[in-house]
């Protein structure tokens, strides 16, 4: 099982990325993808995630409206297109294969979890200079 994330760098504010995930070794169509970063000294953060058959995607609120996921099932290959970049984005940024861990909120929002993938990319660095 593999998943190599390629894309990363270095951005300025206000910049983009697009980040590359290629998955091999495994049912990719199986399986959702999400996109989990980590920041020096913080917790992971589950930033976005899309469903098996991408009829379902998924954010964390500090990047709706910034950054959006799809995937090509034929190329087992899952993006995050990332604009509107800013220095909190500054992290390492992992793909995983596995399921969309959502929990709904009682104001009717959701929250996106970390932990619910199976199988984990190396990362990839993305740092994002103001």
């Known amino acids: 099982v593999q998943l190599v994330e390629s894309g990363g760098g270095l951005a300025q504010a206000g910049g983009s990325l697009r980040l590359s995930c290629v998955a091999s070794?495994?049912?990719?169509?199986?399986?959702?993808i999400g996109w989990v970063r980590q920041a020096p000294g913080k917790e992971r953060e589950g930033v976005s995630c899309i469903t098996n058959s991408a009829d379902s995607t998924y954010y964390t609120n500090s990047v709706k409206g910034r950054f959006t996921v799809s995937r090509d099932n034929a190329k087992n290959t899952v993006y995050l297109q990332m604009n509107g970049l800013k220095p909190e984005d500054t992290a390492v940024y992992y793909c995983?294969?596995?399921?969309?861990?959502?929990?709904?909120?009682?104001?009717?929002?959701?929250?996106?979890?970390?932990?619910?993938?199976?199988?984990w990319g190396q990362g990839t660095q993305v740092t994002v200079s103001s």
């Open positions: 070794g495994f049912s990719f169509n199986d399986y959702a």
């Open positions: 995983a294969a596995g399921v969309c861990g959502v929990r709904e909120l009682d104001n009717g929002e959701y929250e996106l979890g970390a932990n619910f993938y199976d199988y």
